[in-house]
């Protein structure tokens, strides 16, 4: 092989390798900036849930209305978000399956993947030793990267084997 065909060779090579780290580092970055939106939604979502279900706490205990567990768990079960109550150390209620295995701290935020979703899972401590667990699909945000990324190196793959058939074919004839 001579000298230039070489230079071809590996120029089509770092070009190609360019492209697929650049691609890719745009999906991730892109995928960052949607993930820190959803973050910074489902915090105020969170926020207001706990909220509301500590002023109908208040409003109820002020009308003489005992909280016990069923009423909370009345009071969670009508909630949007997914949600899991504890008091103290006692789980109180769960609306989703696998939330009561997270007892979180107060502020906590974690990202929870089951063998089928994932969850951004935000804890508040509410008043009266409560804390107020509530959990935020994420699921599509993921497969979106996922099938976005699937994409981009079907595509990087289809312009790498476009280009080594054209160098292919510039060597041949020199």
Same mark, same amino acid.
């Given at each position: +092989?001579?000298?230039?065909?070489?230079?071809?060779?590996?120029?089509?090579?770092?070009?190609?390798?360019?492209?697929?780290?650049?691609?890719?580092?745009?999906?991730?970055?892109?995928?960052?900036?949607?993930?820190?939106? +959803?973050?910074? !939604?489902?915090? !105020?979502?969170?926020?207001?849930?706990?909220?509301?279900?500590?002023? =109908?706490?208040?409003?109820?205990?002020?009308?003489?209305?005992? +909280?016990?567990?069923?009423?909370?768990?009345?009071?969670?079960?009508?909630?949007?978000?997914?949600?899991?109550?504890?008091?103290?150390?006692?789980?109180?209620? !769960?609306?989703?399956?696998?939330? =009561?295995?997270?007892?979180?701290?107060?502020?906590?935020?974690?990202?929870?993947?089951? =063998?089928?979703?994932?969850?951004?899972?935000?804890?508040?401590?509410?008043?009266?030793?409560?804390?107020?667990?509530? !959990?935020?699909?994420?699921?599509?945000?993921?497969?979106?990267?996922?099938?976005?990324?699937?994409?981009?190196?079907?595509?990087?793959?289809?312009?790498?084997?476009?280009?080594?058939?054209?160098?292919?074919?510039?060597?041949?004839?020199?």
């Amino acid at each position: +092989m001579r000298y230039y065909q070489k230079l071809v060779s590996l120029l089509v090579l770092v070009l190609a390798a360019s492209f697929g780290v650049g691609g890719c580092v745009l999906l991730y970055s892109d995928f960052a900036v949607q993930r820190g939106r +959803m973050a910074t !939604a489902n915090a !105020a979502a969170h926020a207001q849930t706990c909220t509301l279900l500590q002023t =109908e706490i208040l409003d109820l205990q002020r009308r003489g209305t005992t +909280m016990d567990d069923a009423a909370l768990t009345a009071r969670v079960e009508a909630r949007d978000p997914p949600a899991a109550l504890w008091r103290g150390d006692t789980l109180v209620c !769960a609306t989703l399956p696998g939330l =009561e295995n997270f007892s979180l701290e107060n502020g906590a935020t974690v990202t929870v993947r089951t =063998e089928e979703s994932v969850y951004a899972v935000y804890a508040s401590d509410l008043q009266g030793g409560l804390r107020l667990v509530t !959990a935020y699909d994420l699921t599509g945000l993921y497969r979106d990267r996922d099938a976005a990324l699937t994409r981009f190196l079907l595509l990087e793959a289809a312009v790498l084997a476009a280009a080594a058939a054209v160098t292919a074919l510039s060597l041949i004839h020199i």
